[in-house]
């Protein structure tokens, strides 16, 4: 099967997110191990690893979705014709590229406001928001990138009638 460059896009930020689950992993411990030989953590960890968990999900949610590894509630669906299945499919879908795209539009907005305000977050470590905030619509827009191609591959798949 041939890759796409979306693909290379896809597969390298799912690289990323493990890179940043393995560093949050890592830092917690030493954290914990710091802290049972009675010694003070470095205060930076916990503020980081809040903002790591939220980079991680949007770096890993639309390699998930071309997995098909997102967590599905079947017990109804279940129940239907294969052909139904695949419709209800498509609707789920569609209803993923709408929330990921409002998910990209206020992400944006958002983002641009803490860059305009310069907002500043103030807890162990003063930093600025926007770095930590431009994820959210980074990958909401690869997000509603890929429930686009999954809509795109259903019709594609209808025309020559396999579904």
């Known amino acids: 099967m041939h890759k796409s460059k979306f693909d290379y896009l896809l597969d390298t930020m799912a690289y990323m997110a493990g ?13 914990a191990v710091v802290r049972y030989m009675g010694f003070r953590p470095p205060i930076w960890i916990l503020q980081y690893t809040e903002y790591g968990l939220l980079w991680f999900t949007f770096l890993a949610a639309a390699w998930l979705l071309r997995q ?7 017990t109804l669906t279940s129940r239907f014709r294969p052909k139904t299945q695949i419709k209800m499919q ?16 206020f992400g944006s907005i958002h983002t641009m406001e803490l860059v305009q305000k310069g907002i500043m977050e103030v807890k162990g470590v003063t930093v600025p928001k926007a770095p930590f905030f431009i994820i959210i619509p980074i990958g909401g827009f690869v997000l509603a990138i890929q429930f686009a191609r999954n809509i795109t591959t259903y019709f594609k798949a209808k025309q020559m009638g396999t579904k």
Not at 19 to 31: D, K, P
Not at 68 to 74: E, M, N, S, T
């Open 68 to 74: 098909k590894g997102h967590i599905r509630i079947d």
């Open 90 to 105: 498509l609707v789920d879908d569609m209803l993923g590229l709408t929330v990921s795209m409002v998910i990209f539009i």
């Open 19 to 31: 890179v940043l689950i393995f560093v949050i992993t890592f830092s917690v411990c030493a954290s």
